[in-house]
């Protein structure tokens, strides 16, 4: 989905632009994949395991874009992808199609500067519009800036998924699940 491009000031007095992700945009997409998996142990993926090509992403970024029910919302710094959010429809089913999931990730020199918060209000507003009235999302146990951020802004534990993140040296983290109310 194809949304309005919104400007906002950073705690640092920077201007961050929060749009639309655009096909244009999968070159800087992969190298912050790469980084944002490299930052934290919170994420699905190792930074080794963004491999796509710049021309899949480009595919995977127009299909975002060109949804009629999805949206990805990037943020930009000074003409560098700082973060991104995302809403993915449950399905189209009747029973289950006023849920959607979402995720969002900024690299680490952007947090603490109001950008999660931006886009996680925005994401609300966007969700609404496609007539959605529960967000879902999962957080790793451990990432409790994350999970207070998402408490603060109105979700809620709902259950755990037990053992569902194992890193590479055998050990495992669960992951909550929470709900937003819309």
């Not at 632009?17 to 999968?26: G, H, I, N, P, Q």
């Not at 959010?85 to 109001?114: D, N, P, T, V």
């Not at 999970?147 to 979700?155: A, I, N, Q, T, V």
Request: charged fraction near 30%.
């Amino acid at each position: 989905m194809i949304f309005e491009t919104k400007q906002i000031v950073l705690k640092d007095g920077r201007t961050c632009t929060l749009r639309s992700v655009e096909k244009t945009d999968a070159a800087d997409m992969l190298e912050y994949l790469k980084a944002v998996s490299g930052e934290t142990p919170f994420l699905a993926r190792y930074a080794d395991e963004v491999n796509f090509t710049v021309e899949k992403e480009r595919a995977i970024l127009q299909n975002k874009a060109e949804s009629p029910n999805e949206i990805m919302l990037t943020a930009y710094v000074n003409g560098k992808l700082a973060g991104n959010c995302s809403l993915m429809s449950f399905g189209r089913l009747r029973r289950i199609s006023h849920r959607c999931e979402f995720a969002i990730a900024l690299k680490k020199a952007y947090w603490s500067q109001g950008i999660g918060s931006a886009m996680m209000q925005y994401a609300f507003e966007l969700a609404r519009e496609l007539k959605y009235e529960q967000m879902e999302l999962e957080v790793v146990e451990g990432n409790i800036r994350a999970k207070s951020l998402y408490e603060r802004w109105g979700f809620r534990e709902m259950g755990k998924i037990y053992h569902a993140m194992k890193y590479d040296d055998g050990n495992y983290r669960d992951e909550y699940t929470m709900l937003k109310i819309l």
